[in-house]
């Protein structure tokens, strides 16, 4: 079993609705949570990071993290064409260590 | 802020050479520096982690014969793949963390590498 699962995709919304991914973990010493954008042949772009529990809101982007539960969430309000990517969660023990990634979930947004 | 660049962005080689990655950030200083490759349709695979001025960390079952890494400076680390064989043919993505307010790390471009 991986340490971090999520689910491949694809996801395919239309133009507008909300998009909603999420990550469930294993190891309960994860306590730096991030989301990731990655077009294809490009490296990832941070969206949000996340320390413990909780939820956290920037632009149209929510993420939550429920550290009992071992699940993380990422919610993309009004979607767009152009976040049409894969969107990966990664997680780590301590601040500035290496990242555990999940495999990433492929996004797909029609207008 | 935060921005990494990696340089070249492609490189196409013959087997059996040597091909270097540079990986600098350019508006913080990178006192940790990671490696990645990834293959298509695949999460990242962490490679090695380097800290400036120290010998790098690698995973379990990376070759560091193979895959040398330099971290000589807060704002540059190389990869240089050793005698390059097609199975080495992947997407090399570095990250750097640091002291730009945030201790998560930030990603470059990414570097296509293709050995013939």
């Known amino acids: 079993q991986k340490e971090v699962e999520q689910d491949p995709g694809p996801l395919s919304v239309p133009e507008g609705a909300i998009v909603s991914l999420n990550c469930t973990y294993s190891n309960s010493a994860f306590q730096y949570f991030m989301w990731y954008r990655q077009y294809s042949r490009k490296g990832p772009e941070l969206l949000m990071y996340?320390?413990?529990?909780g939820n956290k809101e920037d632009g149209r982007f929510t993420a939550q993290v429920d550290k009992s539960s071992k699940y993380i969430s990422l919610f993309i309000r009004d979607s767009q064409p152009s976040d049409s990517a894969t969107y990966l969660c990664?997680?780590?023990?301590?601040?500035?260590?290496?990242?555990?990634f999940g495999g990433g979930t492929r996004v797909l947004v029609k207008p | 802020g935060a921005v990494v660049s990696q340089h070249p962005s492609w490189v196409i080689c013959k087997s059996g050479t040597s091909v270097k990655i540079e990986c600098r950030s350019l508006d913080f200083q990178a006192t940790t520096m990671f490696w990645y490759r990834q293959f298509p349709k695949q999460s990242l695979m962490l490679m090695a982690t380097?800290?400036?001025?120290?010998?790098?960390?690698?995973e379990q079952g990376v070759e560091k014969d193979k895959f040398l890494i330099n971290h000589a400076s807060l704002t540059l680390s190389t990869l240089t793949v050793t005698s390059a064989h097609p199975e080495d043919s992947s997407f090399y993505i570095c990250?750097?963390?640091?002291?730009?307010?945030?201790?998560?790390?930030?990603f470059g471009p990414g570097t296509r590498l293709t050995v013939l």
């Open positions: 990664a997680m780590s023990k301590a601040a500035g260590n290496k990242l555990t």
């Open positions: 996340t320390y413990s529990s």
């Open positions: 990250s750097a963390s640091g002291t730009s307010g945030s201790d998560t790390q930030y």
């Open positions: 380097s800290n400036e001025g120290s010998k790098a960390t690698y």
